[in-house]
């Protein structure tokens, strides 16, 4: 078996065994309501971390809006789950076409925002997410939108504006209040099967003909075009792959919630989801997957520890940079690593 | 009359980016680096002339000195403590650090002051002009323009007629020859940090009389605006810097008067996106060529 | 039919001329060395000549094959290789994986196949491991294909970045500095690799090179570049002995 094959069953294998822990944990009441209500939470940060993960560290680009792909998937799912809440009434179906949709409209954003940007240098994709993001929120925030016999409304102003029709009029977003109720359709079994559909889509995309045309854009962009690999295709490939789990995510989050707003989707959520993939290592998807975990339940167990949560994730990030890039340390770590995990080693080259 | 007013306080809020994007080119341009935290340094700025003021009891022209001080070192700093060391590093890699540097000094700030917005003291003392019944231009507004404007010219001159200044410019234009030409490329970075940092407290100033409230974001949607005008007017170039900050300012105020001030920012921002797909280079950028 | 013809290809940055009236032409099969002091536009040609730069003047062609304009992925497609004067490989990808890239056009199957485990993606995976070794075995690398690039000796390094050139299978191969940084016995061997990488692959090859005994050695025909300008071309030897390449190359 290919290196690489064996490495991702592993990864699957630890996924596989941390829900089943969970399911019995949460079954026997030994994490009690408070832990078992925080699963479906883990489990989209999970999902966002790995697809982040494809953008920062396997194509090497960094993006700050991936709340804002989060927020676009939530409010278009909310909206068709809404809508469609008497019609689907099979709440499994329902999810499923949400999270269909709410995946493939933050997808067309991510094409949207990636033809013009990814073709200039690296900060601008940055800078261009990030702007995105608060575009996003911003816009979701002060619209409008109801639905009635005639059709969709809208409205910049407030819900009275949209003239609904009495009778049939329903209201969707309402402005800064935003949807409710959203259907509870969220369940941690649904979360873990996304989780798994996630990580085949990602590994099997990196350890494939086109992840290795994305990583060598991320390794030399000079050299990889004139191999022949077209550097916009394949950044737009990964990017939009991102942006399309990111909205997956958005879905499970809006469908766990209820009360469906804007706040969460802010700069900071985007920043968290940038330390949980630093912190488990650029393009190192189980890493994402582990530190995700580790620094979500963390803050949670510890709570008095939860005003420096921040600062201690912007600690990790600056640590991480210096010390991933400071000769001396590496060499050390790389010594120390090298003689106790020797075999180890040698396998994770084989990778 | 009521535009020419949103205009002139849109030119105010221009300067002001002007000066915060002032710093993101020059550091763009000589380090090759965004410089993410610089928002923040505005913050910080903020909260001294705060707390001198407030606490300290110091008259305003005293806490302005200590505001462009404490940003100059804070500045300089941080690019000897974080930046430096990742000069070699991917560009990635020194963005994610700054991107921390940013977190930490708003967490510091969170920790520190709270996450209550305080009552910024105006230190203009400029009196507003009633220009006649309908049109009255603040003080505030007259200072940052005036203060801005003159800023500006003594940058320009600064760059172009002194020996630092035109460091600054073979370093922005080639660090390995400026290198071989004898230039102290580190001691230059760190003169042009400290001159964004510099500015940055002028503009925090101006900008938390202009709005008198300070938390610990603060400089933070500014600092994003400010890039924006700079990548607006074309990275790395100074008066593309000083011409894209104005722009900003007047397309902001006047969407925020005209169109809604609930979407301003998301107007804003749209503009970035726009020029990006337009003129990639912004209205004043050089067509950058990677050495193969 | 020529291997490679330039007519006039010229380049300015900044209002200096870089590249200036730049013709050659190149038969099939043959070693062309490309010899010049520093700065004098080598790498600049090599560079028009992939498609990173745009020329500013002049055209060239491919087996008679019109390639001003295209693309460096497009030149890639119709047949130009290249390696570069500092090593530009995937560094923290595997030496397998380096060449794998280099058969990207050459085994193509889509995104889907290969997330979906498709049979395509197990057909093309497969020739391409059994083409990549095969390849470095020429180089004595596949002892090393699971190595990450960037932990091979420098030597090594100069190789595998051949390799990856000719696994696109080139019909020209530009090779920029190929003896930079080897001792007197890595040179030799690397002539001889020269060589038998041209009649093996069947390809032209054009070479930057300070290394004189490696010119004299393997070329035979170069062109002296100086400021950008062609100084003189023709038999290495007649070139080599001409006093003005000499003036140039050592000064008065």
């Known amino acids: ?351 | 009359m009521s535009f020419i007013s949103y205009l002139v306080n849109g030119v105010s809020l221009g300067g002001i980016y002007a000066l915060i994007a002032l710093g993101y080119t020059m550091v763009y341009g000589i380090a090759k680096m965004l410089n993410f935290a610089h928002g923040d340094v505005i913050m910080v700025g903020g909260f001294t002339v705060f707390m001198t003021m407030s606490l300290g009891g110091v008259s305003p022209a005293v806490a302005v000195l200590a505001a462009i001080i404490v940003c100059t070192l804070l500045g300089v700093t941080i690019e000897k403590v974080a930046y430096k060391p990742l000069r070699n590093a991917t560009p990635l890699a020194v963005l994610i650090t700054a991107i921390g540097v940013s977190y930490l000094l708003q967490n510091l700030a969170l920790l520190i002051f709270g996450s209550n917005s305080r009552t910024f003291k105006s230190v203009v003392p400029v009196k507003a002009w009633k220009v006649n019944d309908t049109l009255t231009i603040s003080g505030e507004a007259i200072t940052t323009i005036v203060v801005s404007l003159v800023i500006m010219l003594a940058l320009t001159l600064f760059i172009n007629k002194t020996k630092i200044g035109s460091a600054m410019l073979a370093v922005s234009e080639d660090r390995g020859a400026a290198q071989l030409m004898g230039i102290n490329v580190n001691r230059t970075i760190s003169i042009t940090f400290a001159i964004g940092s510099a500015l940055a407290a002028v503009a925090s100033v101006l900008l938390c009389s202009s709005y008198p409230q300070i938390n610990a974001y603060t400089g933070a949607m500014p600092g994003i605006k400010a890039f924006t005008a700079a990548v607006f007017g074309g990275i790395g170039s100074i008066p593309g810097a000083m011409v894209g900050g104005i722009l900003m300012g007047i397309i902001e105020n006047l969407s925020r008067a005209y169109i809604s001030s609930q979407i301003a920012d998301a107007i804003v921002f749209s503009v970035l996106i726009i020029i990006l797909l337009i003129k990639p280079t912004g209205i004043m950028g050089k067509k950058y060529n990677e050495k193969v | 039919m020529k291997a490679l013809e330039t007519k006039n290809l010229g380049i300015t940055f900044g209002g200096l001329k870089a590249v200036d009236g730049f013709t050659i032409s190149i038969e099939q099969g043959q070693l062309y060395g490309l010899i010049g002091p520093n700065g004098a536009g080598k790498t600049t040609v090599f560079n028009m000549l992939t498609g990173v730069y745009k020329p500013g003047s002049g055209a060239f062609f491919l087996e008679g094959q019109p390639l001003l304009g295209k693309s460096p992925v497009e030149i890639s497609k119709c047949g130009i290789a290249r390696t570069f004067q500092n090593i530009r490989l995937f560094d923290k990808q595997s030496v397998l994986d380096n060449v794998k890239l280099g058969l990207h056009n050459r085994f193509p199957y889509s995104a889907i196949s290969g997330v979906l485990r498709l049979p395509s993606y197990f057909k093309n995976e497969k020739l391409m491991d059994e083409t990549a070794i095969e390849l470095l075995k020429v180089f004595d690398l596949d002892g090393e294909a699971y190595t990450i690039a960037a932990n091979l000796p420098y030597g090594k390094q100069r190789k595998l970045e051949i390799a990856r050139a000719l696994a696109t299978q080139p019909k020209l191969l530009l090779l920029d500095e190929p003896a930079a940084g080897m001792n007197p016995n890595e040179t030799a061997e690397l002539m001889e690799n020269i060589r038998f990488i041209r009649d093996r692959f069947k390809i032209s090859i054009l070479l930057i090179e300070h290394d004189m005994s490696l010119v004299s050695g393997i070329c035979e025909e170069i062109t002296v570049l100086n400021f950008g300008k062609i100084l003189t071309s023709g038999k290495t030897a007649d070139v080599l002995s001409d006093p003005e390449v000499i003036k140039a190359y050592i000064g008065e």
């Open chain 1, 1 to 351: 078996m290919k290196a690489a094959t064996k490495h991702n069953l592993v990864t699957y294998a630890i996924v596989i065994a941390l829900f089943a822990a969970a399911q019995l944990a949460s079954a026997t009441g030994v994490l009690g309501s408070h832990l078992s209500g925080l699963l479906v939470p883990i489990s989209y940060y999970i999902i966002l971390a790995v697809s982040l993960n494809l953008t920062v560290g396997i194509l090497g680009e960094l993006s700050l809006g991936h709340a804002g792909f989060m927020c676009v998937g939530a409010y278009f799912s909310a909206m068709f789950s809404v809508i469609t809440r008497d019609v689907i009434t099979t709440p499994l179906l329902r999810l499923c076409l949400a999270m269909l949709i709410g995946g493939l409209v933050a997808a067309v954003f991510g094409v949207l925002i990636g033809i013009p940007v990814l073709r200039l240098r690296g900060d601008y994709l940055a800078i261009v997410t990030l702007a995105f993001g608060e575009i996003i929120k911003n816009l979701f925030n002060a619209i409008y939108v109801g639905i009635d016999k005639n059709g969709l409304h809208f409205s910049m102003k407030n819900a009275m504006s949209m003239n609904l029709d009495k009778a049939t009029g329903k209201t969707l977003i309402n402005g800064a209040l935003g949807i409710s109720p959203v259907p509870r359709d969220s369940t941690f079994t649904i979360c873990f099967v996304v989780i798994l559909i996630t990580l085949f889509v990602v590994m099997n995309l990196t350890d494939s003909r086109a992840g290795r045309a994305i990583m060598s854009v991320r390794d030399n962009r000079i050299a990889a075009e004139t191999i022949g690999v077209s550097i916009t295709k394949y950044k737009l490939m990964a990017f939009t792959v991102s942006a399309f789990f990111a909205g997956i995510a958005g879905v499970l989050y809006a469908h766990n919630i209820s009360m469906l707003n804007t706040k969460i989707f802010n700069y900071n959520t985007s920043i968290m989801i940038l330390v949980y993939v630093v912190l488990g290592g650029l393009g190192s998807i189980r890493g994402s997957i582990i530190a995700t975990l580790l620094l979500y339940l963390l803050p949670e167990l510890l709570r008095s520890f939860n005003d420096y949560r921040m600062l201690f994730y912007a600690i990790i990030l600056i640590l991480a940079m210096l010390l991933n890039n400071n000769e001396k340390f590496k060499s050390l770590v790389s010594s120390v690593t090298g003689r106790l995990l020797h075999r180890k080693g040698k396998e994770a080259a084989e990778n």
